[in-house]
């Protein structure tokens, strides 16, 4: 049982549901469905989709998820940067909406699942280590812009090209005064008042009054208050029969089966962008999850969130709709909504699944313009502008990754900018690692401890050289290494021994060891030993296996004081005394 219980997590918090968890998960469940409606058709806009699709998109993924996955509080569903990665990918393959362009969300969806749950078989989650913290910072940044740039024609009501931030605006700048008033009165109204919803209207009524609770979902309700009121003005003032875009027939009825198109060409074609969405996709959902996981104590298994998402995809894949991941906003809704399990999850797919049941015809007047503006309002939130300044003050090397990874992906678009991104971090961090820190180190006066000479004020011996050597040893800093031990030697004419401090040393590779050995037998030839000094173990353990050990000039000591104790007594002695 407890084997099955790690690819199902049901079987653990199940076995605990009760009627405080039923009714939490049941009140959470309502609120993010309230959320998700016009967020689901919103998103599928985005991709380039019939709205409906993000309804589908919304009901069997939940279900599955639900049963799989291992954060108690992520809720699954479309999301923005998933969606513009779909469109970009879907839309080099046919135009949006045409039937060609469906099959290829669907392959999408199938492709990235298929790529997840691989991913969760094998225990790959460490992949997404690849992508890091500035790269992803950078790239969600860009693409809210992308977004939000790419939805302000509808606002305008005008017909803006382009497939680049620097495309789009000058467009957008040029149509100007073709712009619908009508529809922009509609549209800036909207995202004035969800700006506004977002952070004011919670505050506001708890100073009528309003209870906390009430308020809270009152507050949540942001979205939906801005289709019901845009549906009544669009019906009372005939809007769509003056040019104002509106939403259209939306098929009524819970999500067909769907069998996504089993072509290999279009497969291969789709592949690279189908892994960046599954990366893309896991990275944010795991992010998110660890975080609202840690406010309870909680944890999650990133394998196991590979398998319920790949899961969640392939079901999308099957049911019309197109590839899912964790969103960051549902999620901290539901959590803040009081969501205990995973079975809010399947609650909200439910009420998405009555939804499309039911409330589809009502649909039928809602302005383009306003699911515009939600998706406008939605991205925005997302993008962090001060991680500029603040990366920028901490490190330069990560700001070049993150200022790469904005500039290239709103100037040559989302998988462009990513892949950018990536390769500049992966330059970035080999160029570091060739230049290692290496600190000549001396004995703190009356202590055992040893620190760089050059931060602390310490005692030296002539005839020993002391080197803290603070990166594992491998190719690319090999020769590094060798030109420092080099140059340091040359300096001192009374040296007779070299101790390399390897605290700091995780790992020695093959090229780093024949350094290590040329290294020795120059300092040899000069009359010097070489020593080492407080090597972790699995190193140890290699050397073992290596010709260096048997072979060493010198010794390798469990501390560096016990080094200096054995090569230099008397400065040992005379370092004690003068701490006293």
């Not at 703190?444 to 040893?450: D, L, S, Y």
């Not at 040359?490 to 007779?496: M, T």
């Amino acid at each position: 049982m407890a084997g099955l219980a790690r690819y199902l997590p049901i079987l653990n918090w199940g076995r605990a549901y009760d009627r405080h968890a039923f009714v939490s998960d049941g009140m959470a469940a309502v609120i993010v469905t309230i959320m998700l409606i016009p967020q689901s058709l919103a998103y599928a806009m985005l991709a380039g989709l019939p709205p409906v699709i993000g309804l589908y998109a919304s009901i069997l993924p939940l279900l599955v998820y639900a049963l799989l996955g291992s954060s108690r509080t992520l809720s699954v569903g479309p999301v923005a940067v998933v969606s513009l990665l779909t469109a970009t990918a879907a839309g080099s393959i046919a135009s949006p909406g045409s039937p060609e362009y469906i099959a290829a969300a669907l392959a999408l969806a199938l492709l990235s699942g298929l790529i997840l749950l691989a991913m969760g078989i094998f225990r790959l989650g460490f992949v997404a280590n690849l992508l890091s913290h500035p790269v992803i910072s950078g790239f969600i940044t860009a693409s809210s812009l992308l977004i939000a740039a790419g939805q302000l024609k509808h606002v305008l009501g005008t017909q803006a090209q382009g497939h680049t931030f620097f495309e789009m605006l000058p467009s957008l700048i040029g149509g100007i005064g073709d712009t619908h008033l009508p529809t922009l009165a509609i549209g800036a109204s909207a995202t004035a008042f969800l700006f506004w919803s977002r952070k004011s209207l919670k505050p506001t009524l708890r100073a009528l009054n309003v209870p906390e609770g009430i308020a809270v979902l009152l507050s949540r309700t942001g979205p939906v208050m801005v289709v019901i009121a845009s549906i009544l003005i669009i019906v009372g003032l005939d809007l769509d029969a003056k040019g104002v875009a509106v939403v259209g027939d939306v098929p009524q009825g819970l999500p067909p089966l769907s069998l996504p198109v089993l072509d290999l060409s279009l497969w291969i074609m789709l592949l690279p962008a189908a892994t960046l969405i599954a990366l893309i996709g896991f990275v944010e959902s795991v992010s998110v999850g660890q975080t609202l996981a840690a406010k309870r104590r909680q944890s999650i298994s990133p394998d196991q969130e590979l398998i319920g998402l790949g899961m969640a995809s392939l079901a999308a894949a099957f049911s019309s709709g197109y590839p899912v991941t964790g969103g960051f906003a549902r999620s901290v809704v539901n959590f803040d909504a009081g969501a205990q399990t995973p079975a809010a999850g399947a609650f909200t797919a439910v009420g998405i699944a009555l939804a499309s049941l039911f409330l589809t015809p009502l649909l039928f007047h809602l302005p383009i313009a306003v699911l515009a503006a939600t998706i406008i309002v939605a991205v925005l939130s997302l993008a962090d502008f001060g991680a500029l300044a603040r990366t920028w003050r901490y490190s330069r090397s990560d700001f070049a990754a993150l200022s790469t990874t904005l500039l290239v992906t709103l100037g040559g678009g989302v998988e462009t900018g990513i892949t950018a991104g990536v390769a500049v971090s992966v330059l970035l961090h080999l160029w570091a690692t060739s230049r290692p820190h290496i600190a000549v180190i001396g004995q703190v006066p009356g202590t055992q401890h040893f620190r760089n000479v050059l931060r602390h004020d310490v005692v030296c011996t002539p005839e020993i050289l002391g080197l803290r050597i603070d990166e594992s040893l491998f190719f690319a800093n090999a020769r590094a290494i060798e030109n420092v031990i080099q140059h340091e030697v040359a300096e001192r004419p009374d040296l007779r021994h070299v101790v390399l401090n390897c605290a700091a040393v995780n790992s020695i590779d093959a090229s780093a060891l024949e350094s290590l050995e040329l290294v020795m037998h120059r300092l040899e030839d000069a009359g010097i030993r070489l020593h080492l000094s407080e090597v972790k173990g699995p190193v140890m353990d290699r050397l073992k296996r290596s010709d260096f050990l048997p072979h060493i000039t010198g010794e390798v000591f469990l501390s560096h004081y016990q080094a200096l104790e054995a090569l230099a007594p008397q400065a040992i002695q005379a370092a004690n005394h003068g701490g006293l």
